[in-house]
Structure formats: structure tokens, C-alpha cells
């Protein structure tokens, strides 16, 4: 694709059901009733001058540019903000037009520097263009307007400026930051033409204000008063190419818009159909990774993990590790074997990866990041409904009218996604939050939940239950829904539990710490409120009890007949870029690709058949099994590609014995890190900008990721992991992940109908993709669940062991935040830094000042795992007894403290729940000190070359 | 008993609980269906020819049965 800028209509398309035929300049055109004049113009080819207007954006009919005339109407109304009439006759270029228009244009360049030839708009300027159109030659008032001119940039953002003397006041980024973003940062101070753009309060910048820094105001901003900085520095791109974030399960897509190999900027793409031309600040402006200097992309041996690393070939890289395996499957056989797919790369490489494990090592000890997230909802939502995967896509949530959001934070994880929320929701949806942190959603600009229920970490089971039984005593249960679509039995089975007394708000208040007559309410609201729709996050599936809830979420929605049409429906917020992929892509140790078990013979032969090889009929180890076996002898190899799992997996200090214990440890990744420190083989890893490939978001839409530039390390992850299978005598043959994605849609159901040039064509498609649903399915279940009847679970309250005592009193939760991600290996080595530079914990000012803490204090966190320090600061958004924090940050390993404790169903680790005492420190502990040694040791590489 | 068997032990009697509210009868083959399709062989031989002592009774009701039908 060359450069064009994305196209702009000027209003926002309008869906109705009428039809609406009119005349513009001589042209029929028909349109659906209630689009702007504007936008009927601009959609038939004849584009009318403006500069208040961008089809992201309600009309606004400030400028003044865009007038026209209108048969039998009187003056010349704005045609952004005039419908379009049956029969109507519109003119938009007539001399008085042309006169009109001159004038205003006169009035704003008056007040603009003409410094278009240095200016770095770089001529991707809308006023320029609209000069140009109105033909502007001369300026009557001079070009001394002292209103704007003069005035010094704003550059405190890391990523954009705003420079006020560019600025023409069409307001274009305030509405941004309020109906696209829907944070209200911005505002117009003054009136008139002294007006100006203000972020927050008068002494604010835009990075000491509320901005969350997502784009949305430079993207609208018609000249370079808002403008990236990368534009500035590299110059106007000169091609784009359309891509897929690698960031969070949102999964929006962008504009990658290049000038030669260099990535000038990603702007999201208006016909993204997850995010409708939004983004936030990661997928936005957080891609300096890339190109950091700590990315390793030679490969690298070594004998043992206290030696220092040594460069080689890829061929020497690729012996020393096949000969390592082979060795070891000689010796201890195939189970001694396994890998770890990562949630970051594409469906194809997830693909290769579970292959390489089963087919060319001979285990099914494959395993991904998603068991430390979210296999409580593979293991839930296929028992309950029949498949593993949300029920609707994201513009399902502009039909809901309640919003129950349960242990997700959407608008630090999912922030794009959080946004259309939000919009729904100042349109009058009400929202439920269950979640023992006050999150930002409970009361931000314009919306305050109806109810929220603040519970005490670890009681999620016991606040369903309590809502199903307030549902089913009450009589708010749709039974017609149940009889048609689940199995009676089993619902009056689960009715008869839940209606128990026992599970009555007010009894089991005691244990969850709810008000007992707010969460009636808040069940009478999600039964009754209409289109009641569930998301879900890691709140809810890292617990204990993470399977259990998520099956207490799935009844709930059967019970009140909220699943199968837009508005509705249970949504697990997936975590990472890819983790619906990677869990669809059979990287579960008893699962094949689309959620077969590998005891099922029918489909184990397929798959024989496709690979030529035998595949071990039992399930392989999970990931925490796996670090078992390793202490204990058994295992003794892992490949693990993108994945740190040193610093992302609970219990810091068994992983790493575990790690320790390995013969060969094979990290494949774009960093050294912190897994690094235990292994034997690093195989530098390429960024989402460097390869082809798919990506499947949490709605289940399948996206196409595409090269951008050339791999710094020379290869595309898929190509490493095939040369390693070729070292090991496999013989592969894959020249692009388009056959990757055909054998994928040969042995997997769900996948039949995606193919790559499907996508190329259609950019993206939700599956089940097959001969039942040809284009895909944006809302599962319309017809009935894909195991027959819908299945309720009977799901008992069963505590987590892991108790608060004398020793430990307070319960630790742990969460993430916006502007990093995850263990944070990218955006830590991005200008992200400046929102969240380190760790700390969040603590209530009663528990705080018991401690004697105060504000950025340090402070111990123990628990009875382990030990670390952090900063604390004191807030009341999280209750008494309760601590929070993030674990970005490997200095703070905020791992070294959770515990073993795992989810029942899967060993999914119970993040969000660790009995912790906190007490004043005067600085980092001393493991953190020891490892930070360590770390320096284990990452030295041999005879450095110089930089 | 090394920390593995602590650790399967732990994990059956988990498993076992959940499936508790079930009725004992269904919930010791619940137990056993879930450790044939999720432990590795190896876990479940270490279960099976480990110290059962601290097994809850569904828990040992499962190994039991796995014993007899592997
Ligand atoms: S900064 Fe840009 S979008 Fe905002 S008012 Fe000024 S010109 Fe318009
Ligand atoms: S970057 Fe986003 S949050 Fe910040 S001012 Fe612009 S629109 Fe608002
Ligand atoms: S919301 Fe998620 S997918 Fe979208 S830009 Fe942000 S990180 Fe990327
Ligand atoms: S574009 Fe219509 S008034 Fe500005």
C-alpha cells in the first residue's frame, strides 16, 4: 500500500432503516436517513471543505467552512450538522459559497504562523488543504493575530506535543478526549478567538493531567498543534501497512505508517473492527522495543548457567540444542521433554511450537502462558456451554443495557474495549462492579456504577451464589429460556442449591463483606435491567476457585436467559495479544488444536496421519508440573518461547528451582530475561513488526499481523522454531505462515473456513468459521450451546487454603496497569516509564498508619513464600486488610511472595490472594539484592563485542 | 514423601472437595475422570504407588477405582 491518509467522511456513519435520496451538485445520491449532508457528499465522491468535523466525531458546526446551500431553505447552513431530506437539492460550490468560506479561512490563517515549509506537518495539514480548496490568496486582516502565535509547546508527553500556535480552536480534540476516549482531559479555556486548549487544571501539562496519553486528540487534530513526535523526527511516511496490536487481547489494529525500514507512527485503523479507529497509549506509541538496545539478536550457547553466554551461528546454536535433546531423549525418553508457547506470538507460531513438543519431541508436555491467566475459562466455559471462548464481540456491548463487570479492570487492561463501554454507559447503560478494588470505572466522568460490591478477596463462588439465589427465590430466573435451551434437571438441581439459606446474602455476608441489601439490589439489576452482559478478568480465574467461578458466571447467565443475541453474554477479557489463540491452537498438555482431549482417537489420528508420526495418547505436564518433575529428575528440557516465566509464574523461588534443575533450557525471546538466567540456549526472538502472521482477540476475531520490516535477528519466530525441528530431523518445509494457517484449518473444525488470503481479503473473521457458520459467528449460541443443552454446574464455596493469621494479616491482590504490560519486558523499555516507573502497593490509610507508613515509604511485603519491598502508597480504593500491586517490574518481583496455591480444576496460580504482613523497611530486601547479582553474572556474554 | 507427593496429594483432595457437593458417589468418579484426563502418567502412578494416608475419602474413593481401572 502507498500513503494515503485513512479516508474521513466528516460524520459518523448512521445505521437506519430508511433510505434517503437527494441531490448534491447535480448527483443523485442515497444515503440512510438521518447521515449529514456532509457525509452524503463525501461518501459520492464530493468532498466539502471543513475543519471542525472528522467522521469519528459528532457533528459539531463550529468553523463555519463547510456551508452550503440548500433549495428552499434560507441562508447557508453548515452541512455537517443539516440531515439529509428526501428530495432535497444541495449545491456546495456556488460564488457566494467561495466567497464565504475565503473569509473564514482568512480569519484562522490571520492567526497562524506560515511556516507550512518547515512546519512538521510536513503538508499532512487539513488546514493547508482546505486553503488550498478554498483558494486562499490573500489575508485582509494580516497575520498578526497575537492570540496563538508565539505561544511555547507543550512537550511533556513522551510520544506528542501540542503547540498551542497551530492550534485553530475547532475543539476536535476535547470532543476525542470525551466521546472517543471518554476521559474528559481536555478543555477550551476562554472564549472566542483568545480560546485555548487546556489538559486539566491551568498549571497542568498534558503529562501532570488526567490524559492517559491514547492518541485519540492527535488522531483528530487537523493540524500539527497536536502531532507525534516520531513525525517530527523522521519526517511524513511514505507507506503504511495495516497490523495487529501485540499487546493486550483488545487486539485493535493499526496503520504501521513507514518511511523506508523506520516506523514513523501506528495510527489506528478506522475499519478495525475491534477497535473502530481507537487506541491506547501501548499499541499507540509503546513499539520502541523494538529497536532497544538491549534486544539480543544473535544466538547464543553455553555449557552450564554460571558460565557467561557465547555468541555463535545459527547452525551452532541450532546443533549444540538438538544434540542436547536428542541426548537427553536417549537417556530419560520423551516425557522428559517439553515447551511452553507463548500468548504473544501468532496463532502459526503457537502452532509450530505445540508441534515441535508432540510431534518431533514425543511429549504432550506442552503448556502457555494462558495457565497462568486464563485456563479456568477453558476449563469452565467448555464444561458450561460446550466451547472455550467468550460469547459476543465487542459491539455486542452497545446493546447492553447492564454492564456487570466482575475482577477485571478495563480500563487500565483494556482500555480500548473500556472505552465503548464507557460510551455505552453515558448513554444510560447501568453498570454492577464486583471487585474488592475500587477501579476507575466505579466513578470516572460521567459514570458511577449502580452497585458496586467490594469483596473480600477470594469469595468471588460465594457472591454468585448469592446472586443466584436472591435470582431464583425471587422469581427473577427465566425459566422459558432454561427449559428451551439447558438441561431442567440439572438447573433445578442447581436451584435447589443455591436457594439454600445458607447461600443467602445476608448469611454469607460475613464471609464475602458485602452489604447484603446492595448485592440484592445488583442481582435484581442484572436479572432484571434488560441485556445484562458479564466481563470477566483475571480476578476471577486466578483464585483457587477460578474454574468454579467462572462456571457460577456461566449459570448466572443461563439462568436469566442472557446469552445468544447482541447485548449479552459471559466475556472473559483475555490478557495477552494472543491468548484465545494460543489455548486454540492446542498449547494445553491434553488438548490438540480446538479443544480436542488427545485421548479422543478419532481426532488423534487425523492428526497422526497429517504428521506422519505416532502421538502419545496421555496428557503431558502443566506448566507447575513440569518445574515438579524437574525437582524431581524426570523432566529435564524445555523450549520456551516468549515467555518469561521466572518472572510471570508464582513462587519465584520454586520456578527457579525448577529452571535450576534442567539440563537444557532453551529460551526463545526478544530479551534476556529473567528465565534467561537459568538457560542453556537463547534464540533471539522477533517483534510483531517483523513477521507475518495471525492473531485471534478476545472476541475470537482472527486478524492477519504483517511484516513491516525485516527481522533484526534475521528470522520470523515461526522459522526458528522450524529450524530448530529440521536440526532435530523433521524435515519441515513451511516458506510462509499462510501454510501454516491451511494445516491449522485442516485438522482443526473451528478453522476450516480461515484461510490467509481470506483474511487479506476480509481482514478479519470471528470462528467458528466453517460450514454451519460460513462467515463466521460475532455472538455464539444464538441457536443452542455447542455441547446440546446448556450444562448448570452446582458450584460450592470452597476457601483457599492460603488463610490471613497473626503473622500474615492482610490479604495481597495483584493487578496490572495501563501503561505497562505484563512483566512488563516491552513497555519497561519504552517512554512508558514515565506513567509507572516502578511498583508499589496500594494500602488503606487504617492499615498504613497502624504500620506507622506514610507516602512512598518503603516498606516489607512477606509472605509466607517469600519476602520483597516496594514503595507503598496509601489510598482508600482498596478496603481495610486488603493490599494491592502490580508486577511489572523485576526488581520488585512481586512473585517471590505468592504462593502454590493454584486453581482446582487447572493449577491455575492464585495470584490474586496471598496472606501478607507489611512493615517499614528502609530499602530493597536482601534477595532482591542477591538476585540482582545474580542477574549481572548470568547475563554476561563472552568477549563482548564493542557497541 | 518428597514434596511432589505432598503435592499431588494436596491437588487430589482439592479436586475431590469441589467435587464434594456433588454426593459422594459422583464425586469420586468426577475425581477420577479429572485425573485421567488432566495428570500425566507420571503423577498418577506417583499417587498410585504412593503413601495415601492424607487422602480425603472421595479422593482415595478415586485412586481406588484408577487403581482397578488404570
Ligand atoms: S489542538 Fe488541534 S484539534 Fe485541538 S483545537 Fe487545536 S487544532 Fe483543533
Ligand atoms: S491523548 Fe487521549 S486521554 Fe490524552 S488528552 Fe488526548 S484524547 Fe485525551
Ligand atoms: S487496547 Fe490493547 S490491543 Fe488496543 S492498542 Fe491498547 S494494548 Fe493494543
Ligand atoms: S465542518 Fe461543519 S461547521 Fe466545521
Given at each position: 500500500?502507498?500513503y494515503e491518509?485513512?479516508?474521513?467522511?466528516?460524520t459518523?456513519e448512521?445505521?437506519?432503516?430508511?433510505?434517503?435520496?437527494?441531490?448534491?451538485?447535480?448527483?443523485?445520491?442515497?444515503?440512510?436517513?438521518?447521515?449529514?449532508?456532509?457525509?452524503?457528499?463525501?461518501?459520492?465522491?464530493?468532498?466539502?471543505?471543513?475543519?471542525?468535523?472528522?467522521?469519528?466525531?459528532?457533528?459539531?458546526?463550529?468553523?463555519?467552512?463547510?456551508?452550503?446551500?440548500?433549495?428552499?431553505m434560507?441562508?447557508?447552513?453548515?452541512?455537517?450538522?443539516?440531515?439529509?431530506a428526501?428530495?432535497?437539492?444541495?449545491?456546495?460550490q456556488?460564488?457566494?459559497?467561495?466567497?464565504?468560506?475565503?473569509?473564514?479561512?482568512?480569519?484562522?490563517?490571520?492567526?497562524?504562523p506560515?511556516?507550512?515549509?518547515?512546519?512538521?506537518?510536513n503538508?499532512?495539514?487539513?488546514?493547508?488543504d482546505?486553503?488550498?480548496?478554498?483558494?486562499?490568496?490573500?489575508?485582509?486582516?494580516?497575520y498578526a493575530?497575537?492570540?496563538?502565535?508565539?505561544?511555547?509547546?507543550?512537550?511533556?508527553?513522551?510520544?506528542?506535543?501540542?503547540?498551542?500556535?497551530k492550534?485553530?480552536?475547532c475543539?476536535?480534540?476535547?470532543?476525542?478526549?470525551?466521546?472517543?476516549?471518554?476521559?474528559?482531559?481536555?478543555?477550551?479555556?476562554?472564549?472566542?478567538?483568545?480560546?485555548?486548549?487546556?489538559?486539566?487544571?491551568?498549571?497542568?501539562?498534558?503529562?501532570?493531567?488526567?490524559?492517559?496519553?491514547?492518541?485519540?486528540?492527535?488522531?483528530?487534530?487537523?493540524?500539527?498543534?497536536?502531532?507525534?513526535?516520531?513525525?517530527?523526527?523522521?519526517?511524513?511516511p511514505?507507506?503504511?501497512?495495516?497490523?495487529?496490536?501485540?499487546?493486550?487481547?483488545?487486539?485493535?489494529?493499526?496503520?504501521?505508517?513507514?518511511?523506508?525500514?523506520q516506523?514513523?507512527?501506528?495510527?489506528?485503523?478506522?475499519?478495525?473492527?475491534?477497535?473502530?479507529?481507537?487506541?491506547?497509549?501501548?499499541?499507540?506509541?509503546?513499539?520502541?522495543?523494538?529497536?532497544?538496545?538491549?534486544?539480543?539478536?544473535?544466538?547464543?550457547?553455553?555449557?552450564?548457567?554460571?558460565?557467561?553466554?557465547?555468541?555463535?551461528?545459527?547452525?551452532?546454536?541450532l546443533?549444540?540444542?538438538?544434540?542436547?535433546?536428542?541426548?537427553i531423549?536417549?537417556?530419560?525418553?520423551?516425557?522428559?521433554?517439553?515447551?511452553?508457547?507463548?500468548?504473544?506470538?501468532?496463532?502459526?507460531?503457537?502452532?509450530?511450537?505445540?508441534?515441535?513438543?508432540?510431534?518431533?519431541?514425543?511429549?504432550?508436555?506442552?503448556?502457555t502462558?494462558?495457565?497462568?491467566?486464563?485456563?479456568?475459562?477453558?476449563?469452565?466455559?467448555?464444561?458450561?456451554?460446550?466451547?472455550?471462548?467468550?460469547?459476543?464481540?465487542?459491539?455486542?456491548v452497545?446493546?447492553?443495557?447492564?454492564i456487570l463487570?466482575?475482577?477485571?479492570?478495563?480500563?487500565?487492561?483494556?482500555?480500548?474495549?473500556?472505552s465503548?463501554?464507557?460510551?455505552?454507559?453515558?448513554q444510560?447503560?447501568?453498570?454492577?462492579?464486583?471487585?474488592?478494588?475500587?477501579?476507575?470505572?466505579?466513578?470516572?466522568?460521567?459514570?458511577?456504577?449502580?452497585h458496586?460490591?467490594?469483596?473480600?478477596?477470594?469469595?468471588?463462588?460465594?457472591?454468585?451464589?448469592?446472586?443466584?439465589?436472591?435470582?431464583?427465590?425471587?422469581?427473577?430466573?427465566?425459566?422459558?429460556?432454561?427449559?428451551?435451551?439447558?438441561d431442567?434437571?440439572?438447573?433445578?438441581?442447581?436451584?435447589?442449591?443455591?436457594?439454600?439459606?445458607?447461600?443467602?446474602?445476608?448469611?454469607?455476608?460475613?464471609?464475602?463483606?458485602?452489604?447484603?441489601?446492595?448485592?440484592?439490589?445488583?442481582a435484581?439489576?442484572?436479572?432484571?435491567?434488560?441485556?445484562?452482559?458479564?466481563?470477566?478478568?483475571?480476578?476471577?480465574?486466578?483464585?483457587?476457585?477460578?474454574?468454579?467461578?467462572?462456571?457460577?458466571?456461566?449459570?448466572l447467565?443461563?439462568?436469566?436467559?442472557?446469552?445468544?443475541?447482541?447485548?449479552?453474554?459471559?466475556?472473559?477479557?483475555?490478557?495477552?495479544?494472543?491468548?484465545?489463540g494460543?489455548?486454540?491452537?492446542?498449547?494445553?498438555?491434553?488438548?490438540?488444536?480446538?479443544y480436542?482431549?488427545?485421548?479422543?482417537?478419532?481426532?488423534r489420528?487425523m492428526?497422526?496421519?497429517d504428521?506422519?508420526?505416532?502421538?502419545?495418547?496421555?496428557?503431558?505436564?502443566r506448566?507447575?508440573?513440569?518445574?515438579?518433575?524437574?525437582?524431581?529428575?524426570?523432566?529435564?528440557?524445555?523450549?520456551?518461547?516468549?515467555?518469561?516465566i521466572?518472572?510471570?509464574?508464582?513462587?519465584?523461588?520454586?520456578?527457579?528451582?525448577?529452571?535450576?534443575?534442567?539440563?537444557?533450557?532453551?529460551?526463545?525471546?526478544?530479551?534476556?530475561?529473567?528465565t534467561?538466567n537459568?538457560?542453556?540456549?537463547?534464540?533471539?526472538?522477533?517483534?510483531?513488526?517483523?513477521?507475518?502472521?495471525?492473531?485471534?482477540?478476545?472476541?475470537?476475531?482472527?486478524?492477519?499481523?504483517?511484516?513491516?520490516?525485516?527481522p533484526?535477528?534475521?528470522?520470523?519466530?515461526?522459522?526458528?522454531?522450524?529450524?530448530?525441528?529440521?536440526?532435530?530431523?523433521l524435515?519441515?518445509?513451511?516458506?510462509?505462515p499462510?501454510?501454516?494457517?491451511?494445516?491449522?484449518?485442516?485438522?482443526?473444525?473451528?478453522?476450516a473456513?480461515?484461510?490467509?488470503?481470506?483474511l487479506?481479503?476480509?481482514?478479519?473473521?470471528?470462528?467458528?468459521?466453517n460450514?454451519?457458520?460460513?462467515?463466521?459467528?460475532?455472538?455464539?449460541?444464538?441457536?443452542g450451546?455447542?455441547?446440546?443443552?446448556?450444562?448448570?454446574?452446582?458450584?460450592?464455596y470452597?476457601?483457599?487454603?492460603?488463610?490471613?493469621?497473626?503473622?500474615?494479616?492482610?490479604?495481597?491482590?495483584?493487578?496490572?496497569?495501563?501503561?505497562?504490560?505484563?512483566v512488563?519486558?516491552?513497555?519497561?523499555?519504552?517512554?512508558?516509564?514515565?506513567w509507572?516507573?516502578?511498583?508499589v502497593?496500594?494500602?488503606?490509610?487504617?492499615?498504613a498508619?497502624?504500620?506507622?507508613?506514610?507516602?512512598?515509604?518503603?516498606?516489607?511485603?512477606?509472605?509466607r513464600?517469600?519476602?520483597?519491598?516496594?514503595?507503598?502508597?496509601?489510598?482508600?480504593?482498596?478496603?481495610?486488610?486488603?493490599?494491592?500491586?502490580t508486577?511489572?517490574?523485576?526488581?520488585?518481583?512481586?512473585?517471590v511472595?505468592?504462593?502454590?496455591?493454584?486453581?482446582?480444576?487447572?493449577?491455575?496460580?492464585?495470584?490474586?490472594?496471598?496472606?501478607?504482613q507489611?512493615?517499614?523497611?528502609?530499602g530493597?530486601?536482601?534477595?532482591?539484592?542477591?538476585?540482582?547479582?545474580?542477574?549481572?553474572?548470568?547475563?554476561?556474554?563472552?568477549?563482548?563485542?564493542?557497541? | 514423601?518428597?514434596?511432589?507427593?505432598?503435592?499431588?496429594?494436596?491437588?487430589?483432595?482439592?479436586?475431590?472437595?469441589?467435587f464434594?457437593?456433588?454426593?459422594?458417589?459422583?464425586?469420586?468418579?468426577?475425581?477420577?475422570?479429572?485425573?485421567?484426563d488432566?495428570?500425566?502418567?507420571r503423577?498418577?502412578?506417583?499417587?498410585?504407588?504412593?503413601?495415601?494416608?492424607?487422602?480425603?475419602?472421595?479422593?482415595?474413593?478415586a485412586?481406588?477405582?484408577?487403581?482397578?481401572?488404570?
Amino acid at each position: 500500500m502507498g500513503y494515503e491518509p485513512q479516508a474521513d467522511f466528516g460524520t459518523p456513519e448512521v445505521r437506519a432503516d430508511t433510505q434517503v435520496t437527494l441531490t448534491i451538485d447535480g448527483r443523485s445520491v442515497t444515503v440512510p436517513a438521518g447521515t449529514s449532508v456532509m457525509r452524503a457528499a463525501t461518501t459520492s465522491g464530493g468532498a466539502i471543505p471543513s475543519l471542525c468535523a472528522t467522521d469519528s466525531l459528532a457533528a459539531f458546526g463550529s468553523c463555519r467552512m463547510c456551508l452550503v446551500e440548500v433549495e428552499g431553505m434560507r441562508g447557508t447552513p453548515a452541512s455537517c450538522t443539516t440531515p439529509v431530506a428526501q428530495d432535497m437539492i444541495v449545491r456546495t460550490q456556488t460564488p457566494r459559497l467561495e466567497k464565504l468560506r475565503r473569509g473564514v479561512m482568512e480569519l484562522y490563517i490571520s492567526d497562524h504562523p506560515l511556516d507550512c515549509l518547515t512546519c512538521s506537518a510536513n503538508n499532512d495539514c487539513e488546514l493547508q488543504d482546505t486553503a488550498a480548496e478554498v483558494g486562499l490568496r490573500d489575508v485582509r486582516y494580516g497575520y498578526a493575530g497575537a492570540h496563538h502565535l508565539g505561544q511555547q509547546p507543550d512537550l511533556s508527553n513522551p510520544y506528542f506535543l501540542f503547540a498551542p500556535d497551530k492550534c485553530i480552536v475547532c475543539s476536535r480534540c476535547v470532543r476525542a478526549c470525551d466521546e472517543v476516549q471518554g476521559t474528559l482531559a481536555l478543555s477550551v479555556e476562554g472564549r472566542g478567538f483568545a480560546s485555548k486548549i487546556s489538559a486539566g487544571q491551568r498549571a497542568d501539562d498534558f503529562l501532570s493531567s488526567d490524559c492517559v496519553s491514547c492518541g485519540a486528540c492527535v488522531q483528530a487534530c487537523p493540524t500539527s498543534a497536536l502531532m507525534e513526535k516520531s513525525v517530527k523526527e523522521h519526517g511524513k511516511p511514505e507507506r503504511a501497512v495495516i497490523t495487529t496490536c501485540a499487546y493486550c487481547g483488545v487486539g485493535c489494529t493499526f496503520r504501521a505508517e513507514m518511511r523506508g525500514e523506520q516506523l514513523v507512527r501506528m495510527v489506528p485503523w478506522k475499519d478495525g473492527k475491534a477497535n473502530r479507529g481507537h487506541s491506547c497509549v501501548k499499541g499507540r506509541f509503546a513499539w520502541g522495543y523494538a529497536h532497544h538496545q538491549d534486544r539480543i539478536t544473535t544466538p547464543m550457547i553455553r555449557e552450564s548457567v554460571d558460565q557467561p553466554w557465547r555468541e555463535v551461528s545459527w547452525d551452532e546454536a541450532l546443533a549444540f540444542t538438538a544434540g542436547r535433546i536428542s541426548a537427553i531423549k536417549a537417556q530419560h525418553g520423551a516425557r522428559a521433554l517439553g515447551g511452553i508457547t507463548s500468548s504473544r506470538c501468532t496463532n502459526e507460531e503457537t502452532f509450530l511450537v505445540q508441534k515441535l513438543v508432540r510431534a518431533g519431541f514425543g511429549s504432550n508436555n506442552v503448556d502457555t502462558c494462558a495457565r497462568v491467566c486464563h485456563s479456568p475459562t477453558g476449563y469452565g466455559l467448555k464444561t458450561t456451554f460446550g466451547t472455550s471462548a467468550g460469547t459476543q464481540d465487542f459491539d455486542s456491548v452497545m446493546d447492553a443495557d447492564v454492564i456487570l463487570v466482575i475482577g477485571a479492570n478495563p480500563t487500565d487492561a483494556h482500555p480500548v474495549f473500556a472505552s465503548r463501554m464507557k460510551r455505552r454507559l453515558r448513554q444510560g447503560a447501568q453498570l454492577i462492579v464486583i471487585d474488592p478494588r475500587r477501579i476507575d470505572l466505579v466513578r470516572s466522568p460521567h459514570v458511577q456504577a449502580a452497585h458496586h460490591l467490594p469483596l473480600q478477596p477470594g469469595t468471588n463462588v460465594a457472591v454468585l451464589t448469592a446472586m443466584a439465589h436472591v435470582i431464583v427465590t425471587e422469581g427473577l430466573a427465566d425459566e422459558d429460556f432454561v427449559r428451551d435451551r439447558c438441561d431442567w434437571d440439572e438447573y433445578q438441581d442447581w436451584a435447589r442449591f443455591v436457594s439454600d439459606p445458607q447461600h443467602s446474602p445476608e448469611f454469607l455476608e460475613a464471609v464475602t463483606k458485602v452489604p447484603a441489601a446492595e448485592l440484592r439490589a445488583a442481582a435484581r439489576l442484572y436479572a432484571t435491567g434488560g441485556n445484562g452482559a458479564i466481563y470477566y478478568g483475571l480476578g476471577v480465574t486466578e483464585h483457587s476457585q477460578g474454574s468454579s467461578t467462572v462456571m457460577a458466571i456461566a449459570n448466572l447467565a443461563m439462568a436469566t436467559g442472557n446469552i445468544g443475541r447482541p447485548g449479552v453474554g459471559v466475556n472473559p477479557l483475555r490478557g495477552q495479544n494472543n491468548v484465545q489463540g494460543a489455548c486454540d491452537m492446542g498449547s494445553f498438555p491434553h488438548e490438540l488444536s480446538g479443544y480436542r482431549h488427545i485421548s479422543d482417537g478419532a481426532t488423534r489420528t487425523m492428526f497422526e496421519q497429517d504428521w506422519g508420526v505416532a502421538l502419545d495418547p496421555e496428557p503431558g505436564l502443566r506448566i507447575p508440573n513440569m518445574l515438579d518433575a524437574a525437582v524431581d529428575g524426570t523432566f529435564k528440557a524445555i523450549y520456551i518461547q516468549g515467555e518469561d516465566i521466572l518472572q510471570s509464574d508464582p513462587n519465584t523461588h520454586h520456578v527457579a528451582a525448577g529452571l535450576a534443575a534442567m539440563d537444557c533450557v532453551i529460551v526463545h525471546d526478544l530479551f534476556l530475561n529473567e528465565t534467561a538466567n537459568y538457560a542453556h540456549v537463547f534464540l533471539p526472538g522477533s517483534t510483531f513488526l517483523e513477521k507475518n502472521g495471525t492473531f485471534t482477540n478476545a472476541e475470537r476475531r482472527i486478524q492477519p499481523v504483517r511484516k513491516v520490516m525485516e527481522p533484526a535477528n534475521g528470522l520470523e519466530d515461526w522459522q526458528v522454531t522450524q529450524a530448530l525441528a529440521n536440526a532435530l530431523g523433521l524435515g519441515w518445509a513451511y516458506t510462509h505462515p499462510a501454510q501454516i494457517l491451511d494445516e491449522i484449518a485442516r485438522l482443526t473444525p473451528t478453522f476450516a473456513g480461515v484461510s490467509w488470503d481470506r483474511l487479506e481479503r476480509e481482514a478479519s473473521l470471528q470462528w467458528p468459521v466453517n460450514d454451519q457458520f460460513p462467515d463466521g459467528a460475532p455472538v455464539m449460541y444464538v441457536d443452542g450451546f455447542v455441547r446440546g443443552k446448556g450444562h448448570f454446574v452446582v458450584t460450592d464455596y470452597v476457601p483457599t487454603d492460603e488463610k490471613t493469621g497473626p503473622r500474615y494479616p492482610l490479604l495481597l491482590t495483584t493487578g496490572r496497569i495501563l501503561s505497562q504490560y505484563n512483566v512488563g519486558a516491552q513497555t519497561r523499555r519504552t517512554a512508558n516509564t514515565a506513567w509507572h516507573p516502578e511498583d508499589v502497593l496500594e494500602i488503606h490509610p487504617l492499615d498504613a498508619e497502624n504500620r506507622g507508613l506514610k507516602e512512598g515509604d518503603w516498606a516489607r511485603l512477606a509472605s509466607r513464600t517469600g519476602e520483597t519491598s516496594l514503595r507503598v502508597s496509601v489510598t482508600d480504593r482498596v478496603a481495610p486488610g486488603v493490599v494491592y500491586t502490580t508486577f511489572h517490574h523485576p526488581e520488585t518481583q512481586a512473585n517471590v511472595v505468592t504462593t502454590d496455591y493454584s486453581d482446582w480444576a487447572t493449577n491455575c496460580p492464585e495470584y490474586k490472594v496471598t496472606a501478607v504482613q507489611v512493615t517499614p523497611s528502609n530499602g530493597p530486601s536482601d534477595w532482591q539484592e542477591d538476585y540482582a547479582g545474580l542477574t549481572a553474572r548470568s547475563r554476561r556474554i563472552a568477549a563482548e563485542p564493542a557497541e | 514423601m518428597s514434596g511432589t507427593q505432598d503435592r499431588l496429594v494436596y491437588m487430589a483432595n482439592q479436586i475431590a472437595r469441589n467435587f464434594a457437593v456433588q454426593g459422594e458417589a459422583v464425586a469420586i468418579a468426577a475425581t477420577a475422570r479429572h485425573i485421567l484426563d488432566f495428570w500425566d502418567p507420571r503423577m498418577r502412578e506417583a499417587i498410585l504407588a504412593g503413601d495415601r494416608a492424607g487422602l480425603s475419602d472421595i479422593a482415595a474413593g478415586a485412586i481406588a477405582r484408577l487403581q482397578a481401572s488404570p
